[in-house]
């Protein structure tokens, strides 16, 4: 039958139309992945030869994270910006690192990140009075917004407003709320904040922000060395949540950090920085990685993320006798920029 009417053809084609444009909406959103790394600080300038691997692995992100250091997890005053810091956590620093990686078309997010004395989880940071609540809250506000300035004037592309705050949320929702507020007024780009894996449901405030932010942490698998179906198995649960959670809050889901480091039982406690843990298995690093790209990478709810983490100064750091996170000069870094490629 040949359709000559112009309404008639104009209704058959509309739905065809709109098929067409979903589908290369969904490509696109393919595309446009934010496939990050987590920039470490390091003592002196960045330089182009330091850039040149992050473009090698196809990186089109990195997160700045310069930090600010408390003595203790109850201790109010927060220190930043001093001469004794690396020269990448410093104002100077911080501007110099977004220029040069702007220069090479790779995206920043600034992620400042406070740091606590021996290393204590941050998220258990906790005042005894309300006298030290306002003093927290007065000199995190400063840190913070220092930054988000900085972030303004280098057109920084996403802004992480605090990482792994689990107490200082918990305990002061309404000064949180009031800092975004205090941000946005200086601050134009994305906003994010970097929940722990077992902390995101929890945090009160994703619908003023742009992104659920995610240390994404989840175990997947209790075996010495995972295989890649049983870590991608291992994912399911945790992929039925952030689908629901991603919908429920009506915002992508952004990895603020991820990774796996290269040991035995690397999928089992995944946020496990310990020293003890020193057996490498390459093997581990990759199928746990691997199974993370194949089973959350293409999903719609899921904007992208930040590998944790990537050392400025590459031929020196990583190799296959490092048990730590960083994939570099380790088999993993290959397939990642293999993945990232696509």
């Known amino acids: 039958m040949i359709i000559r009417h112009p309404l008639i053809l104009l209704l058959i084609c509309i739905p065809l139309f709109y098929s067409c444009a979903q589908g290369e909406a969904k490509e696109i959103s393919k595309q446009h992945k934010i496939n990050g790394i987590s920039f470490v600080a390091a003592g002196d300038t960045l330089q182009q030869d330091h850039i040149k691997p992050v473009l090698d692995l196809n990186a089109n992100y990195a997160a700045v994270m310069p930090f600010g250091f408390i003595r203790s997890l109850d201790h109010p005053e927060l220190a930043y910006n001093a001469n004794r810091q690396w020269f990448g ?18 995206k920043v997010m600034l992620k400042p990140q406070i740091w606590v004395s021996k290393g204590e989880y941050t998220g258990n940071v906790k005042m005894e009075n309300e006298e030290a609540w306002t003093l927290l809250e007065k000199t995190y506000s400063s840190f913070i917004l220092d930054f988000a300035k900085l972030a303004e004037e280098s057109q920084v592309d996403m802004f992480c407003i605090g990482t792994e705050l689990e107490k200082f949320i918990e305990h002061r929702p309404e000064y949180w709320e009031q800092l975004i507020k205090n941000i946005r007024a200086v601050y134009k780009g994305k906003l994010t904040y970097a929940a722990n894996w077992d902390e995101y449901k929890r945090v009160p405030f994703w619908k003023s922000l742009d992104y659920v932010g995610i240390d994404a942490y989840f ?61 490498v298995n390459l093997e581990a690093q990759v199928n746990t990685t691997q199974a993370l790209y194949e089973e959350v990478w293409s999903e719609s709810w899921f904007a992208g993320g930040f590998l944790w983490k990537w050392f400025i100064d590459h031929n020196k750091v990583g190799g296959i006798e490092n048990s730590q996170f960083t994939p570099q000069n380790k088999p993993a870094e290959n397939m990642i920029r293999q993945f990232y490629q696509k």
Not at 90 to 106: A, C, E, P, S
Not at 252 to 260: C, V
């Open 89 to 106: 956590e410093t104002f100077i620093g911080v501007k110099q690192y977004v220029d040069l990686l702007h220069h090479n078309k790779i």
């Open 219 to 279: 175990p997947v698998s209790e075996s010495k060395t995972p295989s890649l179906e049983e870590c991608k198995i291992g994912w399911m649960r945790w992929k039925e949540e952030l689908k629901a959670f991603s919908e429920k809050e009506q915002r992508q889901i952004l990895f603020a950090e991820y990774g796996y480091r290269s040991v035995d039982y690397a999928g089992k406690e995944p946020w496990k920085s310990d020293r003890s843990m020193t057996t």
